[in-house]
């Protein structure tokens, strides 16, 4: 069953800056980070597994196609992504406490 979705451009902004482009931004990074942990390792990526490659394999996109849209949609994709870096900030923090509790 498919239902028709109507919404605006700014609602499409916001909902795709949130399901889609913060999801990009975070695989991106990741590979980014990854690839500087291990450069000059001998194990590193031998090491991954599924859960790796599954996650990174959104960052194999096309860059030209998304560095415009990382730029036409910057805003929102701007709000998405300081409040991801809050719940990190905060992840972290429970880490660094040892707070077994208040971690899931």
Do not use: C
């Amino acid at each position: 069953m498919s239902a028709r979705l109507e919404i605006t451009a700014p609602e499409h902004d916001k909902a795709v800056a949130q399901i889609s482009h913060l999801l990009h931004i975070i695989a991106a990074g990741l590979v980014n980070q990854t690839e500087e942990t291990f450069k000059g390792a001998s194990v590193g990526m031998r090491l991954a597994a599924g859960g790796f490659k599954s996650i990174t394999r959104i960052a194999s996109s096309d860059p030209t196609m998304w560095n415009q849209i990382l730029l036409t949609n910057s805003a929102d994709i701007f709000q998405q992504l300081a409040k991801y870096q809050q719940v990190l900030d905060q992840l972290a923090q429970k880490i660094k406490d040892r707070d077994e509790a208040a971690l899931y």
